[in-house]
């Protein structure tokens, strides 16, 4: 069934009948109103994927034909944009030429599928300069992290499109990480997600609670705050991680989501692995986990530490605007519906 008609249909179905109270401490759940995001098309073997840099610039050039190679092994086959070979500072290219690259891989009809090669930084900077009215007529999937956060969030709140929160052209594409690609991207799975097996999960506040994801590298996510790209929180659910920050920094960062009562709005928050997040003086300073439960466990919504997406090796594919559940008991997240059609 169409998607649209079966949000409507539902809409009228649930007018028809009473609403039923049966809210508690620890499930956390709410009457949830789709943003009706734009699905993009399924990819399959054979699709065209064009790869991109709309951060930081490719310093190791052997790095893109690795990328092909990778692409290669799942059925794909690469499209190099023109920022994987260019540079202006730190950056790939000026805002400019990137968003360009951007908007030329989203309106080229034989690009079924955008990759970006790496985060880095910068990405904030190209928003201003993209027409997501273009970008949400030509939806299509749209992958990456770390920085890449930025972008996937502009396109859920200013062109109402699904994109995806997943390996880009650097990482490792291990078979873990390959399984939910494929899952999500490829099969139009429901996907179900579990963490507990891992040594590196706990919970936080135990429960459940279903929402819209939307989320990232916490560092990128937290500058939105205050921005137009920045969306309605209420309802969703955060998936959040990062890499190489202080505890202290974290704890500046959830401060500022806390602040701008994002933390107050949200059902509940999935947390990934944030690697090498140590003190540099550990006797001068709170444990990372001191300073999530601090900020996080007085919510009175589930929440739980050590989900697979980010800067690790195995990744999940996390699709941004499309509800999910999740299980702070045992660390689950599970799709309850397809992310492409």
């Known amino acids: 069934m169409d998607r649209r008609k079966f949000i409507f249909n539902t809409s009228i179905a649930a007018a028809s009948i009473p609403l039923l109270s049966f809210f508690s401490k620890g499930s956390k759940s709410t009457p949830h109103l789709f943003q ?87 990405c904030a900077r190209v928003l201003d300069f993209l027409d997501y009215d273009v ?28 994109s995806f929160h997943g ?27 579990l963490t507990s097996d891992h040594s590196d999960f706990y919970t936080i506040s135990k429960g459940l609670a279903q929402g819209e994801l939307i989320g990232g590298n916490l560092t990128v996510f937290s500058q939105l705050v205050g921005t137009p790209y920045l969306p309605d929180m209420r309802g969703k659910l955060l998936f959040m991680e990062d890499v190489n920050e202080e505890p202290y920094r974290i704890d500046r960062m959830l401060m500022q989501l806390k602040l701008a009562g994002i933390l107050s709005k949200v059902n509940g928050i999935i947390i990934g692995e944030f690697r090498k997040c140590i003190p540099e003086e550990p006797e001068k300073s709170l444990t990372l986990q001191q300073v999530l439960m601090d900020h996080l466990s007085s919510l009175n919504i589930p929440v739980f530490y050590g989900a697979k997406f980010g800067h690790i090796k195995d990744k999940w594919t996390l699709p941004i605007g499309i509800k999910a559940e999740m299980n702070a008991n045992i660390g689950s997240l599970k799709l309850l519906e397809p992310a492409v059609f």
């Not at 970008?135 to 699904?162: R, V, W």
């Open 167 to 193: 390996p880009v052209g650097y990482s490792t594409w291990t078979e873990f990480t390959k399984k939910y690609f494929r899952e999500t991207l490829f099969d139009k799975k429901e996907t179900e997600m």
């Open 36 to 122: 009706n995001v734009g699905l993009p098309k399924a990819l399959k073997k054979g699709d065209n994927i064009g790869v991109i840099a709309p951060g930081g610039a490719i310093f190791n050039k052997s790095a893109i034909e690795k990328c092909r190679i990778k692409l290669a092994a799942i059925g794909l086959n690469m499209v190099a944009g023109k920022t994987l070979n260019t540079q202006h500072g730190y950056l790939s290219d000026t805002d400019k030429n990137r968003a360009k690259d951007i908007m030329e891989m989203f309106t080229n009809p034989n690009i079924n599928g955008i990759l970006a090669m790496r985060g880095g930084s910068g």
């Open 135 to 162: 970008i949400k007529q030509n939806c299509k999937p749209f992958i990456g992290m770390s920085d890449i956060t930025a972008l996937l969030t502009a396109f859920y709140t200013k062109a109402e499109m699904t």
